[in-house]
């Protein structure tokens, strides 16, 4: 995607606020590599991976995040939206 000379890529990297960047190892479509390539274009990203064994799950894929098998892996993200300061001035 960045590749494409139509994709405003400045824009990507004038976003300033906070951006979580997960991978997961058996993800087919969004691979390590492609997730670190694209969380490296807006400057204040954080880069983590998931295995899947790691969580106790066999497998969670590129669509298994969100279904409530993997409920195990939703902690960490929310425990980072409620560290980040508000963009509203509270």
Do not use: K
């Amino acid at each position: 995607m960045l590749a494409d000379p139509t994709v405003p890529a400045d824009r990507y990297a004038a976003f300033t606020a906070p951006v979580l960047a997960y991978s997961i190892d058996d993800d087919e479509f969004a691979t390590s590599p492609s997730v670190d390539d694209l969380a490296a274009t807006y400057p204040n990203s954080r880069r983590r991976h998931i295995h899947p064994a790691q969580a106790g799950l066999a497998s969670v894929g590129h669509f298994g995040y969100f279904r409530p098998r993997a409920r195990a892996l939703w902690e960490d993200p929310i425990t980072w939206l409620r560290h980040q300061p508000a963009r509203d001035g509270r």
